[in-house]
């Protein structure tokens, strides 16, 4: 029964994990090819379909190699364990597709409660938004190095190092992740949009050119309204189920067994969060959408127009 579920989770993960994959490569593709509103939008809204095609890469090569793996040499074997062992690499994804979207609400926050300084420091907010979010997530995913050892030519799930101290650290760890990783950002994401909302729904609109500029604000609205719905219904729910089993399991309320099926349901959650990214991404973004309506639009008309010239071609070879 261990088996048939180990399997039947696997085969999951890599089925929505090869998904996401093709989804966010070819997002990827059509925001290269697409600038919207600012450079800060933009940069983060490539980075973040960048870290989710990344989480979805690791863990689909992840489940077709398979979690029994050797090399004839033991440095690399050991090396392998600490970044490789028990999904350790998609954990540095996860991290960082989170807070890519705490840093794309910031960025819309700022947009609409500052423009003035929003345009003058696009430099200095890129800076500051990356510094935020490669210190926020090293120091989020590091301690995992510890959490996996190397002994007797094999990798076991235990503290890398030997005293209580270190599972003291790890009690306390469990709250940092819960809070930074789960919880923060989600109380961020759904705040700052609803101070976004707020702001542009109180726009005046007297004259004529301020009421059509009223409708296209309440059009903005409606757009930011089932981004946030969205994207903080998809932060809290799917990734609730890991979040809340690692904290009881640090105070030894549940057992929790990396690499079991339940945890790796938890994963599955996680990457379905990065596969459905950039489906939201693009369909709340007028600009992205309309590129892709006209890339299907003009691949369409070459189809059918291939196919009429090949009909044609044929009609005239019977006469």
């Known amino acids: 029964m261990t088996n048939w579920a180990d399997v039947t989770v696997r085969v999951l993960l890599a089925i929505i994990s090869f998904c996401g994959t093709v989804l966010n490569t070819v997002s990827l593709c059509v925001l290269l090819r697409c600038r919207i509103s600012s450079r800060l939008t933009t940069c983060l809204m490539r980075s973040q379909i960048c870290v989710d095609l990344y989480a979805c890469l690791i863990t689909f090569i992840s489940k077709c190699v398979g979690p029994n793996y050797e090399t004839p040499w033991p440095a690399l074997n050991e090396i392998l364990c600490y ?12 991290v960082l597709s989170v807070h890519n979207i705490v840093c794309i609400s910031f960025d819309r926050l700022i947009a609409v409660v500052a423009p ?3 345009k003058l420091h696009q430099k200095a907010l890129i800076i500051g938004c990356f510094t935020y979010l490669v210190s926020m997530s090293l120091f989020l995913f590091i301690p995992n190095f510890f959490l996996r050892r190397y002994k007797n030519s094999t990798c076991v799930s235990e503290y890398a190092l030997d005293g209580q101290v270190i599972a003291e650290f790890f009690e306390v760890q469990s709250y940092f992740w819960m809070f930074c990783a789960y919880i923060l950002p989600g109380l961020f994401i759904i705040a700052s949009h609803v101070v976004v909302i707020r702001y542009v729904h109180k726009w005046p609109g007297d004259s004529q050119d301020n009421s059509e500029q009223r409708l296209r604000a309440r059009q903005k609205v409606k757009m930011l309204f089932v981004t946030t719905a969205t994207m ?3 932060l ?3 990734h609730a189920y890991e979040a809340v089993r690692y ?6 309320l549940i057992s929790y067994a990396s690499g079991s099926p339940q945890q790796q349901v938890g994963i599955a959650l996680i990457i379905l969060t990065c596969t459905l990214n950039p489906c ?7 600009t992205l959408r309309n590129y892709v309506r006209r890339v299907v639009l003009k691949t369409f008309s070459r189809i ?5 010239q090949s009909a044609s071609r044929a009609d005239s070879t019977d006469f």
């Open 83 to 94: 970044s490789w062992f028990r999904d350790n690499l998609f954990w540095l994804g996860c």
């Open 247 to 252: 904290l009881l399991a640090n105070i030894g």
């Open 236 to 238: 809290l729910a799917l």
């Open 304 to 308: 059918n127009s291939t196919q009429s």
């Open 232 to 234: 903080a219904f998809m």
């Open 116 to 118: 003035i300084f929003y």
């Open 280 to 286: 939201i991404m693009i369909s709340t973004t007028s």
